[in-house]
């Protein structure tokens, strides 16, 4: 029951903060550790994948596997075609997208790129770094959310996202979308 589970664990974290406990809480359940987590380790398979607060997972998931989990869905490899200082620029699948990084990369090293959902936006305009022409192909109605199935090249993007505030009809139209990194 999802409202039960919702008002346990606001239960469990009002006592956590009364008596002030540290606790270990096991779940397969993505809002149950993030709500509940001041650190979260992801184990899989016996083997942790990746420790940190809950914020650290999520803007830098180490593995697919932890993207996965958090929520990241559009995980695509790449690789590195230039890097000057912190600006680096990653081919996937003929697509050139720039993101910055602290991290060295050497040239041709392949990386995973998690593209963040809820971030990207749809425009007619060609914009900033990382606007692509996409075509749209299916867009799902969920009431307050949609889900829009669209394309950058041979890359094919499964985006969650809120009910824009034109209408659909409009979306359909788009032929940019921006995706921050």
């Known amino acids: 029951d999802e409202n039960m589970r919702v008002n346990l664990r606001k239960e469990i974290k009002r006592i956590q903060k009364k008596i002030n406990f540290t606790g270990i809480f ?3 359940d993505r809002k149950e550790a993030f709500e509940l987590g001041d650190k979260i380790a992801l184990i899989s398979n016996g ?3 990746q420790f940190g607060e809950p914020k650290s997972l999520y803007l830098n998931p180490k593995t697919p596997e932890v993207a996965e989990f ?3 869905n559009n995980n695509f490899f790449g690789k590195i075609i230039h890097q000057e200082k912190n600006l680096k620029i990653a081919e996937m699948n003929k697509v050139e997208i720039q993101f910055e990084s602290d991290n060295n990369y ?13 971030l990207c936006s749809f425009s007619n305009e060609k914009k900033e770094q990382n606007c692509f022409e996409t075509k749209i192909s299916k ?7 949609i889900e829009v199935i669209t394309s950058i090249g041979e890359n094919v993007l499964k985006i969650s996202m809120l009910r824009p ?6 979306l359909w139209r788009m032929k940019y979308i921006v995706i921050p990194i």
């Open 47 to 49: 083997k942790m994948l």
């Open 165 to 170: 505030n034109i209408p659909l009809a409009e």
């Open 26 to 28: 096991v779940t397969h």
């Open 106 to 118: 050497e040239l041709d090293d392949k990386i995973a790129i998690y593209i963040k959902t809820e």
């Open 139 to 145: 867009i799902t109605d969920y009431g307050q959310n």
């Open 70 to 72: 958090i929520g990241i």
